[in-house]
């Protein structure tokens, strides 16, 4: 070999482990870098709450109802797919979790029929998807009016009051306070950490990328991409249980809309925090960064002197800016 | 244990109203290599996969090692040591070259998490013995960033990493130097010096010649011709085979089986 090219293979091979790091992660430190700007810009604006603790306090009660959403459906975004039905499963499953509450049930029980009414649901929107071949957009959508249809039959309207629930030993683990911190922080935290090491180091995480990114090669190498679409599906009904039940404990209260709201809100998070539409890749954290930032702008716009009304304008600055953010920051490759 | 690794009884395989494999039988001596060829839409890809278990055959069996094999599929060839080079490479190129090398089979513990670490090591191994380029891969990078002949490489690559007694390789020197075709030939010698067989897919009837030591001609999904290099005086005479075979639809051969 000659000493010439020796001298390139150098050359080429200078990129510091820093610049591997930030190129292996510029989506998420995107959002998190965005996160952080908004933040600043909030504080300018109003700095006597924003250097408060308790507008962070406030933001966290409801926080992670979004965190438990947006975590699955980084999965499902990256394995190609979609799901829209997830505010009618939050419905879903806190109805059975309310239900069984108020006619005096166990709440421990409760919670584990939340999960399976969770797990079901996700699977037949899986089936409809992978097994019946529907496209994803529209069969979700469907899923979606037909549970929250069906949650209308049966509610006729009423609602769900748990006031009794307070003060049991179910609420303080769930919903209680530590060191000023909201409880459901600590377990959305801990299910995001969970669903960035399933999502970056797990045979199921590993397998998403592949399916997402080109399903024709992930089959050909052994994949199962059926089983892995249908998962994602499952995965989401799960976490969209445990958004229901985490809502129901907030709120004492479980409402026929329950979830309806969410779902602008949460998928707006998942593109936010940096992970594209076309699959194949992305990011768990920068999807808890991107339901974050789409939390601070409701509390950051008023705050800032404006009224509710502004709200949404801000909404569609922060998703356009931010998509314009990450595609600056990276090359789409496919 | 039966002398062969993968055998094909009848099979037939279509898509709408195209057959594209056409009642095949075939079987894979332990240490050979075959060369399959046959002109473009012979039904060469759509056998070979039929073999790796990407596609379900319609009708007919196969018989592993001897033994009737039920619900064949890819996970299931690359278990039982088939690898394969496919034609478009299988790669999904958002992904790192580590992750496309144990895509399918990913170096596990037994909770199912990915020993990330190893993964790199033998991929930076693997691709510093067998890498396409004279560039020192990170493997880390994804395959996007790849060009096409070090893409190849990769797939490849990752074939010869697993010791497979089978390996299928779909037309793996298109796009390639000179360079790296005379290395993908001696990859090849290797693999068969060490008793492990090879299925060689190619238009390029000089190098199916010279690699190979049976041929197998396959025209409008059915095999025409299965012949030892022995009843093959030379390349030229293969060509002309060809050549009869897509005029008359037959081969007009001496000797030939
Ligand atoms: N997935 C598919 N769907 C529909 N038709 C297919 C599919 N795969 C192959 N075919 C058809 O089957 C026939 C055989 O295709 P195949 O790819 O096996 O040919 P080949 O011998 O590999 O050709 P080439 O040398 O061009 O690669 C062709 O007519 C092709 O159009
Ligand atoms: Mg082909």
Known sequence: ?334 | MSEYIIELRNVTKSFGNVNAVDGVSLAIKRGEVVGLIGDNGAGKSTLIKVLSGVHKPDSGEIYLRGEKVNHWDSAKSRHSGIETVYQDRALAVQQSITRNIFMGREIQNRFGFVDVKKQYQEANRLMREIGFTSKVFDPESPVATLSGGERQGVAIARALYYDADLIILDEPTTALSLTETNKVFSFIENVRAQGRSIIFIGHNIYHVYDIAERFIVLDRGQVVLTSDKSEVPSAEHLIKTMHDIARMGHAEMKGAA
């Open chain 1, 1 to 334: 070999m000659s000493t010439q090219s020796i001298d390139r293979r150098k050359g080429r091979d200078e990129v510091s482990s820093f610049q591997k790091w930030l190129r292996n992660n510029r989506r998420v430190l995107t959002s998190a870098a965005f996160l952080v700007v908004m933040l600043i810009a909030f504080t300018l604006a109003n700095p006597s709450v924003f250097t408060q603790f308790k507008t962070y306090r406030a933001v966290m009660i409801a926080l992670p109802i979004s965190i438990f959403l947006v975590v699955p459906l980084v999965f499902v975004v990256t394995a190609g797919e979609i799901d829209l039905a997830f505010p009618a499963i939050v419905g879903m499953a806190s109805y059975g979790f309310a239900s069984i509450i108020d006619v005096g049930g166990n709440p421990l029980l409760a919670l584990i029929a939340a999960l399976a009414i969770g797990l079901l649901l996700g699977f037949v929107n899986g089936i409809f998807v992978v097994q019946f071949g529907l496209s994803a957009l529209i069969a979700t959508l469907g899923m979606n009016f037909l549970l929250r249809g069906l949650i209308n039959i049966g509610a006729e309207g009423f609602s769900i009051a748990l006031p009794e629930i307070r003060g049991t030993l179910f609420h303080t683990l769930l919903t209680g306070t530590t060191f000023g911190i909201p409880n459901q922080m600590f377990w959305a935290l801990g299910f995001a950490i969970i669903g960035f090491l399933l999502y970056n180091f797990h045979k199921f995480g590993v397998h998403v990328h592949c399916v997402g990114d080109h399903p024709g090669s992930a089959q050909e190498m052994g994949i199962n991409v059926k089983r892995t679409r249908i998962m994602v599906f499952v995965f989401s009904g799960l976490g969209a249980a445990f958004a229901g039940v985490f809502s129901v404990m907030i709120n004492f209260v479980w409402w026929p809309t329950t979830g309806d709201g969410l779902l602008l809100p949460v998928l707006a998070g998942i593109f936010v925090g940096g992970t594209p539409a076309w699959g194949g890749i992305g990011t768990v954290l920068g999807g808890v960064f991107g339901v974050s930032i789409v939390s601070f702008i409701e509390t950051g716009v008023i705050a800032a002197g404006l009224t509710g009304f502004f709200t949404q304008f801000f909404y569609g600055i922060i998703i356009i800016s931010s998509l314009i953010g990450h595609r600056l920051n990276g090359e789409r490759v496919r």
